[in-house]
């Protein structure tokens, strides 16, 4: 009798869940069957399937439209400008210093749907660049020189009163002029030996499973090189866990960029009474003059070149030659053979001038506008007898030595600089944007004028800045609106002073 009510039992479960399971089907098909009466009962929106930008709400009139994640519906549709527009701003909050770069998933994520956007996001050297503009960017080169902005240079001197500890850092950046003298490509590979199990270790960690690290921003992944030759990527990780010392890895740079190129440069306002390190200086000109006893007389002058290895010799500017009117020598002992070997006298003819002497043009009876102008002697020119001079503004003229007024560096002179200022391109592209630095190319002006004088807020009207945008600092925005109101009340006072000086006449 239990068997037979337990199988009763069951079978009413069975029949109760079928009868549920009935009810459950019809009520979805009526929900379905309304649904769709529904659907052709309401008539269509005709924006439905208009599309838009997410971002500024304009339609394909406004720019081509891409679909760059997985987001749906009103948020489907972007201008690949707007979502250019979106990264800058990301951008804008980052400092510039390699250093504390962050890897911003914004940048290359969709911050609605969290998938990867199917554009390439631009580089930072991209982004810097569109803040600034290209013909500022492509003055990052050797032989141009970065000033900086006179707003920048007091808000400095004002944070130093405040803060007096910051003068050390500070002081190199205000009212600095710096002679870019190389720009290398960052090399996209690192090499680490490891001659200990400490330091392979170390290193094992610091890579982890990713077998990649950060450094300043930039992404390092282990490659199938150094004792790694040849080992296939997939099974790079097992290797490494059983190399044994001695060994090289080697650590390859992913997506390297130009944005990654370093920029040094020297500062042209900074002299020193002295060297900093007497015993080399000696010991390099000894070793000149040993050969060429006239090269004692080559003038060295020593400038705090920045604050990059600021106890050791980065550049010397030997001043004179053919070109812009100045050769970048690493090592002083060649700087100074070079300066000597301007300066000798080789023929009556040139007088008791020599090349690279700063002089000042006289008695021109043909060009009496040149006459006052101060030069710099690049060489002498035999066949015509004349000086080749290139002058402040960057032209070149033929001079006879009759007229011209020697000046300093007769016998040759280094200019010679302890330290020196580095960058990548991206980072100074950054610093550049935010409006701190304006730049031009180099003339002989920055090496014939004092030290004391070499800076100016425009240098002349040759300086270059980036144009105010969402990276410039407030304080230089505020300090630009103040100046073109300035300026403006000026002209108006010059248009006045003309117009009554008319009445008048």
Known sequence: MEGESENKKLKMDEEYQK??????EESQKEQKDNEDEQKK??????DEDEKMCRYCFGGEEDGDLISPCKCAGGQKWVHLSCLRRWQRMVLVSQPTHPAFYEDDVRHHKCNVCLSEFTCAPPTRHELMASFTGAEIAALIDAGCVIVSEEQFSNEL???ITRSPLLGGSYYHWMRGVYLITEVNEEDPEITIPCEDEDKLEMVKDRIGEELAIKVSGQTLKLAAAGSLEGVPESELGARLETLEIPCVLVLRRVDANCGDDHVSAVNLTRPYDGPLNKRIVDAAMNAVSSKHAAAARVELKHFNGGPCHDK???????PGGNGKGWTAV?????AIKLAYSRAAKRCPEQQSLGGGQTVEIQGLKARPDLNGEIGLLLRFDKPSGRW???LKNGEGKKVKPDNLKGLDGVNGRVFVFWGDAEWSRAQ??????RGHWGLCRATVHELV???SERWHPTLNGRLAFAPVTEMTESFLQEARREMNVIREEARAVVALQNETEQDEG
């Open 19 to 24: 009868t549920k399971n009935d009810r459950k």
């Open 41 to 46: 009962e309401t008539p269509k929106d005709e």
């Open 157 to 159: 001197e004002e944070q």
């Open 312 to 318: 050791s010799i980065s550049t010397c500017i030997v």
């Open 330 to 334: 690493k090592d002083l002992k060649e």
């Open 388 to 390: 080749l001079v290139r």
């Open 428 to 433: 100074l592209l950054g610093e550049i944007a």
């Open 449 to 451: 004028t004092p030290p």
